[in-house]
């Protein structure tokens, strides 16, 4: 499958076959890919909780009640379903444990490359903490980032996702523990195969022209 055909055939499943599992070459597959999304100066402000038996989507369910109670059925029908959650701080071990992994990698090949990413990166936690006082949505953009590179993993896999805001996000972080790991739960994302009584399956794709969104310069 082309690039450009998983995006034309990728929709938001309303309806899964609880009865299809993803094989697990294919969701080992997608985890890789999730755990080697960008990042802003390869940040990392995040944590994923991954859901792959009734008794894991069951306490993720707990927060689709009431108001949410529409994604319940998304939750516990799908075969996996993933917590992205962002970090609550972006701490001074944090830091430390990228460019530890960053050096062990083999990212500095030149003196001085280790200081210098160690500041620069430094210098946009505290643009971000000091002067725009906007680091919490910051980090919460980058788990976007790692959302939307799983979505497409999945769409050239012929694996259908629900990408979901609708839970109790206090409910979700007390039931995980995630605030005592110091991370909040930001957007769920349920993935398997589309039942039968799915309606969207059916329905056209429809995106606004070209020539209403984009400005060629």
Do not use: C
Not at 103 to 129: M, N, P, T, W, Y
Not at 180 to 203: C, I, M, Q
């Amino acid at each position: 499958m082309t690039y450009l055909t998983a995006i034309q055939n990728r929709y938001t499943t309303k309806a899964y076959d609880p009865s299809r599992r993803i094989p697990q070459a294919k969701i080992d597959e997608l985890i890789e890919a999730l755990r080697l999304s960008p990042s802003s100066v390869n940040s990392q402000p995040w944590h994923f909780v991954i859901a792959s038996d009734d008794a894991g989507k069951a306490r993720i369910a707990k927060a689709a009640q009431g108001t949410f109670g529409y994604n319940a059925s998304k939750i516990m029908d799908a075969s996996h379903v993933i917590v992205f959650a962002a970090a609550t701080d972006m701490t001074a071990a944090h830091l430390e444990r990228i460019l530890e992994q960053e050096d062990g990698d083999g990212r500095f090949r030149i003196e001085g490359a280790k200081e210098g990413q160690r500041k620069g990166r430094q210098s946009f936690v505290d643009l971000h903490r000091y002067e725009q006082k906007d680091l919490q949505h910051w980090m919460e953009k980058q788990v976007y980032l790692a959302l939307g590179t799983v979505m497409l993993g999945a769409a050239t896999l012929g694996i259908d996702t629900t990408p979901m805001e609708g839970f109790d996000f206090r409910l979700l972080d007390a039931e995980l523990g995630l605030r005592e790991r110091g991370y909040t739960s930001v957007v769920l994302l349920s993935l398997g195969y589309h039942a039968e009584k799915d309606f969207n399956v059916r329905l056209p794709k429809s995106r606004l022209p070209r020539s209403d969104v984009m400005t060629f310069i």
